[in-house]
């Protein structure tokens, strides 16, 4: 069966004209004759997924609807699946066996939804590109030469080669975003604390979100419906404000949106042909009645510094609990501090040891107060430049990346080169901003998008708008050429 939007299984399944059961043996077959050459899946269980197909089925002959009843899903491979391998792309947690569901997945379940696969992903979240899983990189449907981008690149590439018409990935400091600019799906990063982190493996918490990813604005909807909402296992969780009107989502009215262009976003470094796209698409809100208008967020220069001092130090606390005691892979030795250290050398790949010395550095005695407190201080200046452009536009357009998804290795020698493909989503991951990355049009036959940026809780706004500009183009219907 060939891939559609969540939106348009949702209907099918509504009218009966569908069942669970032949989408999710769709997307089992699928997988199996696609992945050997894209390497999306780290693990399935079809029994489990065609018995949850089952019962999804026979909800909806009871007369039972919900947004996500019976539709396939994919679940980054940092997200608790009870009974399913959680290796978050990394060696040190061979053999770990999800005890528990992530608050996201339990929520998704009791809705119906059907997970199909656990997705591949950078190590532990931490890459641009999907080059820097334990067990082989991800490939771009639209090129397998390139990178599909990352962190949550399987999670991006299963939507984008029609796996599943919804999967979920997460994004620290844009690993939803940028790959669905490089892969051609649209990707949402919600305002901090909307969706529960309960289940998923931190790598900076203060940052870290639960990010859907799907065809459309449309279809991202129908997810963040059923998973939004106060947690009791999460501290930091929070409401969605207007979350009623997710479903059906209805588009904007464009006529008199205010959209600020950030003059930091569209300088030096970025693409020609990326500004072209981005140009065209501004162009079609302009047209639409939107009013356009240039703005600054002046503290941006110091994003990519603030950011990866802030994240590894969180890194280097977080991933102390990977240490070959409780549970994961174990190098055997004698010696306790021998055996915790040979298991993480060999357990943790060259970035993620680069992550944690780099953020061990950071919080010692000596550059704590040099390097974490002062990134604490300029991430501080750099939400308030959100807050006081927001006060006179209702959204930001922006750039997702630099470029289109760019060769293997092309940046693996250089690890500024590639933490500079963030520059354009972090700023709004130190804020706990929404965000969104939907296709704006290709350029030598690879995919761009453009990011909206919104203010706190806007999130169903943000979605709307989007939604609107979908309703005008087909950017994000195009599919890539795949044989199996």
């Known amino acids: 069966m060939k891939a559609g939007t969540a939106v348009d299984w949702r209907e099918g399944l509504d009218a009966g004209d569908l069942s669970s059961e032949v989408l999710v043996r769709a997307s089992l077959e699928r997988m199996e004759a696609l992945d050997p050459a894209l390497h999306a899946i780290l693990a399935t269980d079809a029994p489990l997924s065609l018995d949850l197909a089952r019962q999804a089925d026979r909800r909806l002959q009871a007369g039972e609807r919900s947004p996500v009843l019976g539709l396939p899903i994919v679940l980054k491979d940092n997200l608790n699946w009870t009974g399913l391998p959680m290796t978050c792309g990394s060696r040190i947690l061979k053999g770990y066996t999800a005890p528990y569901d992530a608050t996201v997945v339990q929520r998704l379940l009791r809705a119906g939804a059907v997970p199909v696969a656990k997705a591949n992903m950078d190590e532990f979240a931490m890459g641009s590109s999907g080059e820097y899983s334990a067990f082989g990189a991800a490939r771009n449907p639209w090129d397998t030469s390139r990178v599909p ?198 357990g943790l790949g060259d970035e993620v040891k680069r992550r944690i010395l780099l953020g061990a550095f950071c919080l010692s005695k000596g550059s704590y107060d040099a390097f974490y407190l002062k990134a604490m201080k300029a991430r501080t200046l750099i939400a308030q430049d959100f807050l006081r452009v927001f006060k006179d536009v209702d959204v930001l357009a922006t750039p997702v990346s630099p470029s289109i998804a760019f060769p293997f290795g092309a940046h693996t020698q250089d690890p500024l080169a590639m933490y500079l493909a963030d520059v354009y989503t972090v700023p709004t991951a130190l804020a706990g901003l929404p965000c969104l990355s939907m296709p704006a049009g290709f350029t030598a036959g690879m995919p761009a998008g453009i990011q909206l940026i919104g203010p706190a809780f806007s999130d169903v706004s943000l979605l709307e708008t989007a939604h609107a500009f979908q309703s005008l183009t087909r950017h994000h219907l195009e599919t890539p050429p795949l044989s199996a």
């Open 149 to 346: 981008g990352g962190s949550s690149s399987g999670s991006i590439v299963s939507v984008a080669a029609g796996y599943a018409p919804l999967a979920l990935g997460s994004d620290t400091g844009g690993s939803v975003r940028l790959p669905a600019s490089f892969c051609n799906v649209t990707a949402l990063r919600p305002t901090y604390g909307v969706l529960s982190r309960y289940g998923l493996a931190a790598m900076a918490s203060s940052m870290d979100q639960v990010g859907p990813v799907a065809v459309s604005a449309a279809d991202l909807a129908l997810a963040l419906s059923v998973m939004a909402g106060l947690d009791p296992l999460d501290s930091t969780s929070l409401p969605l404000p207007a979350a009623e009107r997710l479903v059906p989502l209805r588009p904007a009215r464009l006529q008199g949106l205010r959209i600020g262009l950030p003059v930091e976003y569209f300088g030096e470094g970025l693409n020609p042909a990326v500004r072209v796209l981005l140009d065209s698409a501004i162009d079609l809100l302009r047209d639409q009645g939107a009013t356009v208008r240039e703005v600054s967020l002046p503290h941006t220069r110091y994003a990519i510094d603030t950011y990866y001092l802030l994240c590894t130090s969180e890194v280097s606390s977080n991933l102390s609990r990977f240490d070959g005691v409780r549970y994961g892979a174990r190098v055997s030795t004698d010696c306790l501090p021998d055996m915790i250290a040979e298991t993480r050398d060999a």
